[in-house]
């Protein structure tokens, strides 16, 4: 993995020199597996993320925003109690493995100094954070419980001595010279990347690979050369934190990997990367946790109005015969004086054939000829009424079908907040029954939680990313001369530029925004209409989010991510 033991180590450098002695002011939770500290030092507040997620842990300084629960988890409840407005005196890597420990200095209930540590590890689903009472080396909590049934080696449990994961006996790179790694490296065993990873703590595939790579033709001299040479970059702190971007793939190190060939960014610092690297992907994956159930609801509806739209045609197929019932009652009506009750079908001169061909009629042997007649005409005005009907029918499936296909790419760009308003939406359309809280009480609704953007040229720039938010901002809160976009003919999200007469700057910028906020995101050349709010109507009557417009001018864009992250107001 990226966040290798060598990572962890430059990420510790880089958060000792900025938070190394501040004060832990607040203490949140907004995940199950994340904790945000809010650090006040060298007269900065920094947020500090703290992650166990199984497959996004990772310690940084993030600014991100991030929404908390209306009720705090019980780890964060204990979290602030113990270091709430306590000092940060220190905090640094365990030997080269992917372990930080922070020091902490406070004050417990009776006024005496107490010293804790908070312990992150970060080991992919086994990832944990842990508070320890550092007096007695006892664990008080962390955010996932594991019982010796689970680890032989050690629980992590409240009440339970903190123990150290199991030492892997590896050599210290930093403290390695060339001779050390010829030493550890049989070449005629071949793997070199493989044993290089088993003899040095902290190295990982991506770096060994790295070094066999830069070191060209991999024999006894160069080997050894590029190992030290690449372990000094980050021993000196000679860092260029890169994301390396290959075939859509994304991987980031402490610096430019040239083995994965790929398009390369660097950044300022190892946080700043990791926000870029990060963006939305482990916010992704908690929505796609939530919102199974939802997500296989809508899919479960769009089908089904599939389904019904092939039936609906079969049945609209079978009343175009409708013609052919008034033909065979005005025939039977001619030559009613040849019908006799009892046949089963009667062949008549076609008087409408200009050839004058003969048709076969069947007939219901049971009725009279006037009432077989009588059974085509009103089969006949059946199969209008059909039409008519069954063309309606067509119609209405059709639109749900749009308007659940739209859901879904809403709920596959959602974040966690736009989910509930998605879910709030079926509930207003009756498609889903209302949830209640455990205490009984109906979850009230909000005021929809849109987002914000600022134009280059300091122009606020509104999106809605679901249908409440798009009604909310297109039909409240927009004002009518503010310019409004939208994908033209692609599901997506409504966007309003808050101003009369923007940039032609602005109005590109904006229409990234839309393509970006559309099932047209992985696109180029996203076609996208702009037009002044006052010539954007909802018919009455309309799903959510949808409208009607004139008046519209259409611009041609390609997403731009970068530009989205760069445009974001926290």
């Given at each position: ?147 010796f049934a689970v680890n032989t080696h050690r629980a992590i449990l409240p009440g339970q001595p903190y123990v150290f994961p199991p030492e892997q006996n590896k050599k210290n790179p930093f403290l390695a010279n060339e001779e050390d790694v010829l030493r550890s490296i049989d070449f005629n065993a071949g793997k070199l990347d493989q044993q290089l990873v088993n003899h ?92 199974q159930d939802i997500e296989r609801f809508i899919t479960n509806e769009k089908e089904k109005n599939v389904k019904k739209i092939k039936k609906l045609e079969a049945t609209l197929k079978e009343a175009e015969k409708a013609d052919q019932f008034k033909h065979y009652g005005e025939l039977l009506t001619a030559n009613l004086f040849a019908v006799k009750k009892g046949m ?155 101003s009369k007469n923007p940039s032609e700057e602005t109005i590109l910028e904006a229409a990234k925004l839309a393509a970006y906020f559309s099932k047209a995101r992985h696109s180029s050349s996203v076609p996208v209409d702009f037009t002044k709010v006052r010539h954007v109507k909802k018919p009455s009557g309309a799903k959510p989010g949808f409208v009607i417009y004139d ?20």
């Open positions: 993995m990226s966040f290798d033991g060598l990572f962890t180590k430059s990420m510790a450098d880089e958060l000792k020199q900025q938070l190394k002695g501040g004060r832990i002011n607040k203490v949140y939770q907004p995940y199950k597996n994340e904790i945000i500290l809010t650090i006040r030092a060298a007269g900065t507040n920094h947020k500090l993320l703290l992650s166990a997620h199984p497959s996004y842990a990772r310690v940084q300084l993030t600014n991100e925003s991030f929404e908390n629960p209306s009720e705090p988890p019980m780890f964060c409840m204990l979290l602030r109690k113990h270091i709430e407005g306590s000092i940060l005196e220190d905090l640094y890597q365990i030997g080269n493995d992917r372990m930080i420990i922070f020091e902490i200095k406070g004050r417990n209930e009776i006024g005496d100094v107490s010293y804790k540590q908070l312990i992150i590890e970060i080991m992919g689903r086994h990832s944990n954070i842990i508070l320890i009472d550092k007096t007695r080396n006892l664990i008080l909590d962390s955010i996932k419980h594991i019982s040095f703590a902290g190295v990982s595939p991506i770096f060994a690979k790295e070094v066999l790579y830069q070191s060209g033709l991999a024999n006894r001299t160069t080997v050894p050369k590029t190992f030290i040479k690449l372990v000094n970059k980050i021993k000196t702190g000679d860092l260029s934190p890169s994301i390396i971007t290959n075939d859509g793939k994304e991987a980031f190190y402490l610096f430019p990997l040239e083995h994965l060939k790929g398009e390369v960014k660097e950044f300022t610092s190892l946080s700043e990367m990791l926000d870029r690297f990060y963006y939305k992907k482990a916010e992704r994956d908690r929505v796609k946790q939530q919102g089963k079908e009667i062949e008549v001169l076609d008087y409408y054939d200009e050839s004058g061909g003969m048709v076969v009629i069947p007939l219901d042997p049971r009725k009279s000829p006037s009432e077989n007649a009588q059974k085509y005409f009103s089969k006949y005005q059946k199969a209008k009424n059909a039409v008519t009907i069954t063309l309606e029918q067509i119609k209405k499936a059709q639109e749900e079908v749009a308007y659940f296909d739209n859901l879904l790419h809403q709920v596959q760009t959602a974040s966690p907040k736009d989910l509930q308003e998605i879910r709030e939406e079926l509930v207003e359309g009756g498609y889903l029954r209302e949830r209640q809280k455990r205490n009984g009480r109906k979850i009230q609704n909000t005021k929809p939680l849109l987002d914000y953007f600022q134009a280059s040229d300091g122009t606020e720039i509104i999106v809605g990313k679901n249908n409440k938010q798009n009604d909310y901002l297109t039909n409240k809160l927009a004002a009518r001369d503010e310019i409004w976009l939208h994908t033209k003919d692609i599901p997506g999200s409504h966007v309003v530029i808050r008046h519209q001018q259409t611009v041609y864009v390609t997403p731009d991510e970068e530009l989205v992250l760069k445009l974001k107001k926290n």
